[in-house]
Structure formats: structure tokens, C-alpha cells
């Protein structure tokens, strides 16, 4: 940087002109003359809108069981339950419920 001598900042009638001045200028010339600012920032967790950490009831477990006979894919089961993927597939193995298609194609079997 050239010296420390910072330049005057214009006057600014809206934050569009401050960005647009910005833009075809080095903000390090103007440093000093820049206002202090505080930020908070609050790193709470958000309320979750699923069932994260919530019981499967035992309707669950009964849909979960449903749809698995009926092929449903695993993603498309944790959305009609407001589980994530991977719960589904925990409670599945846990309840002994296979999540594997059946009645598969033939066309999509490795040939021997």
C-alpha cells in the first residue's frame, strides 16, 4: 500500500452507490475511514422439522414394512415417513425388514 494515508470516502445517498463505488475501487485505500461494525451471530440449533431423535411408532414400523413389500425405494420411504435415508435403513435392519427390490427384471441380472 502506498504510505498510510487513507483517502475521503464520498458521501453515499444509498448502499447501491457504496457497492457500485466498491466495485472500480481498492477498498484498502479507504480502510481507515471505513466505520467499525459489530456483528452477532448466533450459532443456535434450529428447530428440526422431521423426526430427528423422535421413537419410530409402531405405525411406522407398520408403513416401513409396507412399503418395503411394495418396492418403494428407500429415499421415497424416509419421505413419507420424515425420516432421513439412513434412519430408514437402521430401523429397517433392525426390525429384520429387507429394503432389496424384488421381482427385478431379469435384463438387469449379471450374466454368468
Not at 443456535?44 to 419410530?56: C, D, I, L, V, Y
Not at 411394495?70 to 413419507?80: A, D, S, Y
Amino acid at each position: 500500500m502506498k504510505g498510510n494515508r487513507s483517502k475521503n470516502l464520498p458521501a453515499f445517498r444509498s448502499v447501491d452507490e457504496l457497492v457500485a463505488f466498491f466495485e472500480t475501487h481498492d477498498m484498502g485505500d479507504y480502510l481507515e475511514k471505513l466505520p467499525e461494525v459489530e456483528v452477532e451471530i448466533s450459532l443456535k440449533k434450529r428447530a428440526s422439522r422431521t423426526n430427528t431423535g423422535k421413537r419410530w411408532t409402531t405405525t411406522q414400523v407398520r408403513q416401513l414394512r409396507q412399503l418395503a413389500r411394495q418396492n418403494t425405494p428407500t429415499r421415497v420411504i424416509g419421505l413419507k415417513l420424515g425420516r432421513t435415508e439412513h434412519a430408514v435403513r437402521t430401523k429397517a435392519s433392525e426390525k429384520g425388514v429387507s429394503l432389496k427390490a424384488r421381482n427385478q427384471s431379469s435384463l438387469y441380472r449379471r450374466k454368468k
